[in-house]
Nanobody
């Protein structure tokens, strides 16, 4: 499975960005997928994910109500719509995929990250 994240950039606090993650190499609809982020000097943290069955979607508490994860199986692409961005959302964002329905935070496939910078 190959993953390519895009859509990062510089935005002012309160603004919005939409990240995309294009997947190839395996039937997209059979992959559980997620977003993670790593801020400077901090460990990587889980942001959001959904199972391939569509029966489970989860978010870290700090982004609930602001971020929305979604997928378009026809385009083999996952999205992360980020609204009401805060400076603490600044990080490199990574997309991940796994064949298991509920991999937790232990995804097997990772893409290169895309930088999101939120200015105050």
């Amino acid at each position: 499975v190959q993953l390519q994240a895009s859509g990062g950039g510089l935005v002012q606090a309160g603004g919005s960005l939409r990240l995309s993650c294009a997947a190839s190499g395996r039937t997209f609809s059979s992959l559980s997928m997620g977003w993670f982020r790593q801020a400077p000097g901090k460990e990587r943290e889980f942001v959001a994910a959904f199972s391939w069955s569509g029966g489970s979607t989860s978010y870290i508490d700090s982004v609930k109500g602001r971020f929305t994860i979604s997928r378009d199986n026809a385009k083999n692409t996952m999205y992360l719509q980020m609204n009401s961005l805060k400076p603490e959302d600044t990080a490199v964002y990574y997309c991940a995929a796994d064949r298991r329905e509920f991999p937790g935070e232990d995804f097997n496939y990772w893409g290169k990250g895309t930088q999101v910078t939120v200015s105050s």
